[in-house]
């Protein structure tokens, strides 16, 4: 099974930023839409953010304004900037990409990577 690589979790006090890479390897074509999710302690996983690959971007409520997803098609690479962090956004975030190949769309995710905001 193909995975994405995660990385920059971490611990970070309230108020503080940390940015979040994904990979995809070479050998995932035709991605169209790439994105964030995450899972909370007890809860659902929960749509954090998308974009396409034509750079159209859709976030969830609780993250606009402090979230920003951004995408290199060149190198398979998406990421997330988090600033103005608080502590309900401590969750494992979870990178996502959708192919679209013949007979119909496959999705890869990534292992997860944690990150912790202290108040």
């Known amino acids: 099974q193909v995975q994405l690589v995660e990385s920059g979790g971490g611990l970070v006090q309230a108020g503080g930023s940390l940015s979040l890479p994904c990979a995809a390897p070479g050998s995932i074509f035709s991605i169209k839409v790439m994105g964030w999710h995450r899972q909370a302690p007890g809860k659902q996983r929960e749509l954090v953010a998308t974009?396409?690959?034509?750079?159209?971007?859709n976030y969830a409520e609780s993250v606009k304004g402090r979230f920003t997803i951004s995408r290199d098609n060149d190198n398979n690479t998406m990421y997330l900037q988090m600033n103005s962090l608080i502590p309900e956004d401590t969750a494992v975030y979870y990178c996502?990409?959708?192919?679209?190949?013949?007979?119909?769309?496959?999705?890869?995710w990534g292992q997860g990577t944690q990150v912790t905001v202290s108040s």
């Open positions: 996502n990409a959708v192919s679209a190949v013949p007979g119909g769309p496959l999705s890869y």
């Open positions: 974009i396409t690959r034509g750079g159209s971007t």
